[in-house]
């Protein structure tokens, strides 16, 4: 299987083979050729998949099919994204991909001056990727026409109803032609998705991919209990002892994070802050310098990492545990990517355990503990109603609640530098019934 053979245009394979893709992912092997023959798309992949060429590829081959315009446009294919980042990424992906072709792309996002954004769109824009917050505004100000919208891609809807999107959607939505392809990708299906996915698609096909890196057998999932206080000195610890990796580290507010992200730079290690309260381009200096490695070390929170285009990071730090299980999903989705091995390590204070619980219950396994000298906890991890784990030694795991054996492979006991494995298999981050709850940004 290789791209010529989903139909694509020649200009957009020879795109392909230039940034050195020779196969399609999984999301982009089922997506292509039915967005391609004109479908409805629900996808549901999360980043890491693939999924921004499973759609960028069709919506430009689409475009390229009516040969390049000439002269001020207006737009024909909108994506929509929840964050900032995301936007550029995918603009960035759309002008790579395009590059062969004469096709205008623009980003609408809060966060900056409208007046560029309103020169860009008069000078004619033939994608427009979009966060529905700043193009209500646009829209508001008559400096967008919707009008030619021949395709309509959301891309991250789940995060975009998280973050409170969905009146701005529904005012969008209701600008845009009828008469149009759609694709809406998600990395989760609830109820309001479902929702807005029966309002929004005609008789949409549905693709489907396990997310590749939750799944990964390659990705080592540990927890190592620590005091809160002792966390940093612990953290610090580890990346000193990691001297060549990029290690993204995982924090829950945007306070904390900036006051990690110095405290690691005073110990020497370069490091970079991004959430939500960094000007736009503040988080995008943080993510190039990470990204070119002059920062060793990212810290994020879970809503600003989201969408972050990050290849193949070999460790992905929680710093804290997230508040919602399935954020640890999205976080692990940042190492073991394309095959190659990834760790997942967890700093878990004692009185974490109940998210803990929730995040074992999500991966239908348990994560193996191990203790790290010097810093074993005064107290075991809280576990909640079933005391689980407290008290025990490292790399036991405890009794599931229903009596079974545990499923999963055995973490290895025991201490040293050992890893085990108790990586979650091929189950969607569904499940579990955690209350939804988002602290950070
Ligand atoms: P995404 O899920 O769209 O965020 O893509 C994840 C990463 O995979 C990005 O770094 C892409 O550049 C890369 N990628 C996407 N498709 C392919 C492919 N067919 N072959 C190799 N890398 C790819």
Do not use: W
Not at 28 to 35: F, K, N, T, V
Not at 60 to 75: T, V, W
Not at 422 to 435: F, I, L, S, V
């Amino acid at each position: 299987m290789n791209f010529e053979s989903l139909g694509l245009a020649p200009e957009l394979v020879r795109a392909l083979s230039d940034v050195g893709y020779t196969i399609p992912t999984p999301i982009q092997a089922e997506a292509i050729p039915l967005a391609l023959a004109g479908h409805d798309l629900m996808g549901g992949a999360q980043t890491g998949t693939g999924k921004t060429a499973a759609f960028a590829l069709p919506v430009l081959h689409r475009l390229a099919q009516d040969g390049p315009k000439r002269g001020p446009r207006k737009p024909r294919a909108l994506v929509l994204t929840p964050t900032r980042e995301l936007a550029v990424q995918v603009n960035d992906s759309l002008r790579s991909y395009g590059k062969h072709l004469r096709m205008n792309t623009a980003t609408v996002y809060g966060g900056v001056g409208m007046q560029p954004q309103i020169e860009a769109l008069r000078r004619g824009v033939d994608i427009l990727v979009a966060c529905p917050g700043r193009l209500l505004d646009h829209l508001q100000h008559r400096s967008v026409d919707l009008s030619g919208i021949e395709v309509l891609v959301l891309d991250e809807a789940d995060r975009m109803l998280d973050m409170g999107f969905l009146p701005a959607i529904k005012r969008v939505l209701s600008a845009l032609p009828k008469a149009r392809q759609t694709m809406l990708f998600s990395a989760t299906f609830e109820e309001s998705i479902k929702k807005l996915a029966l309002e929004l698609l005609k008789d949409p096909r549905q693709v489907q991919v396990t997310p590749q890196n939750a799944t990964a057998a390659s990705v080592t999932h540990v927890v190592h209990p620590v005091d809160s206080s002792r966390k940093r000195d612990l953290l610090i610890d580890i990346l000193s002892k990691r001297h060549t990796d990029q290690i993204l580290v995982f924090g829950r507010t945007k306070h904390g994070c900036n006051r990690l992200a110095e405290q690691i730079e005073k110990s020497g290690i370069p490091a970079v802050a991004i959430h939500g309260n960094k000007s736009q381009s503040q988080r995008l200096k943080a993510l190039r310098d990470f990204k070119s490695g002059e920062a060793r070390v990212l810290v994020a929170t879970d809503v600003a990492a989201r969408g972050l285009d990050i290849p193949l990071l070999p460790l992905v730090i929680n710093f804290d545990l997230p508040m919602v299980a399935e954020d640890y999903v999205h976080r692990i989705g940042r190492t073991g990517r394309a095959g190659a091995s990834g760790e997942a390590v967890s700093l878990v204070a004692p009185d974490e355990g109940g998210l803990l619980r929730a995040i074992q219950r999500l991966l239908k396994a348990d994560i193996a503990m191990q203790e790290v000298e010097g810093y074993v906890p005064s107290t075991g991890i809280r576990m909640g109603n079933d005391n689980a784990s407290r008290g025990r030694p490292s790399g036991q795991r405890p009794p599931r609640r229903d009596g079974a054996a545990p499923r999963g492979r055995r973490p290895h006991a025991g201490g040293g530098e050992r890893h085990a494995h108790a990586g979650p298999k091929g189950h969607g981050p569904r499940g579990g019934g955690e209350r939804r709850q988002r602290v950070g940004d």
